[in-house]
Nanobody
Framework: QVQLVESGGGLVQAGGSLRLSCAGS????????MAWFRQAPGKAREFVAA????????DYADSDKGRFTISRDNAKNTVYLQMNSLKPEDTAVYYC?????????????????WGQGTQVTVSS
């Protein structure tokens, strides 16, 4: 198993930036494909970005491409989400997720472990 703890959320004005972090513990972090999802009130959890175990493959939701960057540091057991040019519609709880596979996926149910989430609020 792996335990995930997100941090870095907060309140930011539209156009601003935030960097989320997700620290993993337990089984070797480098064996997991990692992803970020988000969930706004009253909406389903949606895919944001994913990165494979070596960091060589990334995938982004179309709405986030060009604004968000996912990266990982396996030596620090941490995955990051750099978010730039934030919009009010980015407001949500952001979750880190891990799956025991070398392949990325956008499907929520295909991730095995989840963090508790961190709130991101973008004011207009």
């Amino acid at each position: 198993q792996v335990q995930l703890v997100e941090s870095g959320g907060g309140l930011v004005q539209a156009g601003g930036s935030l960097r989320l972090s997700c620290a993993g513990s337990g089984r070797p972090f480098s064996t997991y494909t990692m992803a970020w999802f988000r969930q706004a009130p009253g909406k389903a959890r949606e895919f944001v970005a994913a990165i494979n175990w070596r960091g060589g493959t990334t995938d982004y939701a179309d709405s986030d491409k060009g604004r968000f960057t996912i990266s990982r540091d396996n030596a620090k057991n941490t995955v990051y989400l750099q978010m730039n040019s934030l919009k009010p519609e980015d407001t949500a709880v952001y979750y880190c997720a891990a799956r025991s596979s070398v392949l990325t996926t956008r499907v929520v149910d295909q991730y095995d472990y989840w963090g508790q989430g961190t709130q991101v609020t973008v004011s207009s």
